[in-house]
Structures are given as structure tokens and as C-alpha cells.
Nanobody
Framework: QVQLVESGGGLVQPGGSLRLSCEAS????????MGWYRQAPGKQRELVAA???????NYADSVKGRFTISRDIAKNTMYLQMISLKPEDTAVYSC????????????WGRGTQVTVSS
């Protein structure tokens, strides 16, 4: 069983930056896909950014050019660098990792609050 713990959230002014971290309790080498999701009050959870084993990343249109997903396999950690933050980025951000072998399974963190407000 792998546990994921997010950190780095907080209150930031519009235009500011934050870096979220998602640390896994075990090795992430076997994870086939990893991503960051967010859910704002009254809205459905949405995929913000994803990265695969080859390091190829995809982003939601709303964050392209502002958010960057990355991972450090040696540290068992995934990151989400966020710049030029907007009030509409306010949400609970959660990390997700998925493994196919030996059986399909997904892991979720509890989330970290990001609030963009002046």
C-alpha cells in the first residue's frame, strides 16, 4: 500500500506562485501514470496535469503555460509548479498515482488547499 501526502498549498495573491509536492511512501518507479487534480467548491473534480513514465506531460487548457508537472523518482515525489495564479485556480489539489502491474490500482492523497485571493 502506497500513501501519498501533498504539501505546499496556501494563500497567495493573484499573480503569485506556489509549488505543490506529493510524496509517496514507497517507490514511484512502477507507477504508470501520475497526475494532479483539483476540485473547487460546487464544481466537479478536474484533471489539471498528468505525466507518464516517459516524462511526457499533459495539461488542462486552463493551466497551460502556467503550471508545470514534474517528478523526482529518487525522492518518490511529484511536483506541480504553479505561476501566474488566478482566483479561479482556488481549489483543493490532490495527487493521484496509478499502477497496472501486478494489478491495476490507484492511489490518492488527501489534498491541499490552494487559495488565490487579494
Amino acid at each position: 500500500q502506497v500513501q501519498l501526502v501533498e504539501s505546499g498549498g496556501g494563500l497567495v495573491q493573484p499573480g503569485g506562485s506556489l509549488r505543490l509536492s506529493c510524496e509517496a511512501s514507497g517507490s514511484i518507479v512502477s507507477m504508470n501514470s501520475m497526475g494532479w487534480y483539483r476540485q473547487a467548491p460546487g464544481k466537479q473534480r478536474e484533471l489539471v496535469a498528468a505525466i507518464n513514465t516517459e516524462g511526457s506531460a499533459n495539461y488542462a487548457d486552463s493551466v497551460k503555460g502556467r503550471f508545470t508537472i514534474s517528478r523526482d523518482i529518487a525522492k518518490n515525489t511529484m511536483y506541480l509548479q504553479m505561476i501566474s495564479l488566478k482566483p479561479e485556480d482556488t481549489a483543493v489539489y490532490s495527487c493521484n498515482m496509478n499502477r497496472v502491474f501486478p494489478r491495476p490500482i490507484g492511489y490518492w492523497g488527501r489534498g491541499t488547499q490552494v487559495t488565490v485571493s487579494s
